[in-house]
């Protein structure tokens, strides 16, 4: 198949697609607002055209024109993430259609400014345009189609899933350190701020246990100064923005994940945590609920909370056959439920059922767009 993906290619769950489809022969390429190269992949940067013969136009209908050659031209187009591509339904009706929202698109993140209420009802047309909408768990499918005013069950779930045999390592060796790590990255709605409070709390009644912080983002200066404030500096480590292929070398460093989302639609870290026999300690949150398993992939506590976070944490710290338990079940689990090449057959499937359909035809407000154009 022809496989279209309209996304930001920088991304890990766009690249980590394009490549997997590519890989099973499907002819894939990628455009984003700006290039970025995938091996096995085609990719370029969005334009709109310059006036031609083909797009004698002005730049608005040049870019309607654009989009429904897009369509025409691909199998199916799928848009990652749900920005404004100004994709109408007389472009989805060139051709097959399927949406992929993400958290922050839909539940606005907190401590941002609002989205511009134009972007909104574009998202919201965008996925009520669409010939299939998928999301990555149960908790995110009901939030899209309140969003949206769409039944859920016409929504696909096809889980953000993991390589397993990319987190296989040898045993940990016994050590004096308990090893806490955190590469969820420095943004409101992750909540390091609170982690690093339960770390205070942690490290006073268990001075053997550090603290690794991965990633970046706008609160990574306030989170060294709030380290800094706390008398930290000693029991955490910021190890800056890391590329995900040292994610499964990184994970085997640690002996429990923190999550203390203030909200996340689904949560792979969670996953990539499990498939490494990582027990989480976890908010009580939207995905969280679906990628981790109370008492038995690890422990879910009350968002914004830094005592009730602390107290799991030193519930693992304590009982090493505990946190051997729970990671040993969350490896099973991520396995069972969330094996990467699984995922990638339910979006194979889903790409064959909706390329084997008769397209509609196209609409005579198409026809009419398209002659005002010429003439």
């Not at 004698?56 to 429904?68: V, Y």
């Not at 016994?174 to 969820?184: H, L, N, Q, R, S």
């Amino acid at each position: 198949m022809k496989l279209l993906i309209l996304g930001p290619a920088d991304t890990v769950h766009v690249r980590r697609l394009a490549t997997a489809l590519a890989d099973r022969d499907h002819d894939v390429h990628v455009i984003s607002t700006k290039k970025h190269d995938i091996p096995g992949v085609t990719t370029s940067a969005f334009r709109v055209p310059p006036p031609s013969l083909r797009y004698p136009a002005r730049w608005n209908k040049r870019w309607d024109m654009h989009i429904a050659d897009l369509f025409a031209s691909f199998d199916v187009v799928t848009v990652h993430f749900l920005n404004d591509w100004h994709i109408t339904p007389d472009a989805v009706a060139h051709g097959k259609l399927v949406v992929k929202p993400y958290g922050s698109d839909v539940d606005h993140p907190p401590n941002t400014p609002p989205p511009d209420p134009n972007l909104v009802k574009a998202r919201i047309n965008l996925l009520r345009n669409a010939h299939a909408v998928t999301v990555a768990s149960q908790f995110f499918r009901n939030r899209v189609a309140e969003f949206a005013h769409l039944d859920p069950e016409n929504i696909h779930i096809i889980p953000d899933g993991v390589d397993t045999a990319a987190f296989q390592f040898p045993q940990k060796r016994p050590t004096d350190t308990i090893a806490v790590g955190f590469f969820k990255g420095f943004k409101p709605v992750y909540a390091p701020d609170v982690l690093l409070d339960a770390a205070k709390i942690v490290t006073t009644k268990h001075p053997n246990v550090r603290f690794e912080l991965a990633g970046d983002g706008r609160l990574l200066d306030a989170c060294r100064q709030q380290v800094a404030e706390l008398n930290l500096t000693n029991h955490v480590h910021f190890l800056g923005n890391l590329p995900h292929s040292e994610i499964p070398s990184l994970l085997a460093k640690w002996d429990i994940v923190a999550i203390p989302s203030r909200n996340e639609g689904f949560c792979v870290a969670a996953i990539e945590a499990s498939a490494a026999a990582i027990p989480v300690v976890a908010s009580s949150v939207g995905g969280l609920l679906e990628t981790v398993q109370h008492n038995h992939t690890g422990l879910h506590v009350n968002p914004d909370n830094p005592q009730a976070l602390a107290d799991a944490l030193i519930d693992l710290v304590k009982n090493p056959n505990r946190r051997r338990a729970l990671g040993q079940a969350g490896r099973q689990f991520a396995r069972t439920h969330f094996e990467w090449s699984d995922c990638v057959d339910h979006w194979t499937n889903l790409y064959e059922s909706l390329a084997n359909e008769s397209p509609a035809p196209i609409p005579q407000s198409s026809i009419r767009r398209l002659l005002t154009a010429i003439t």
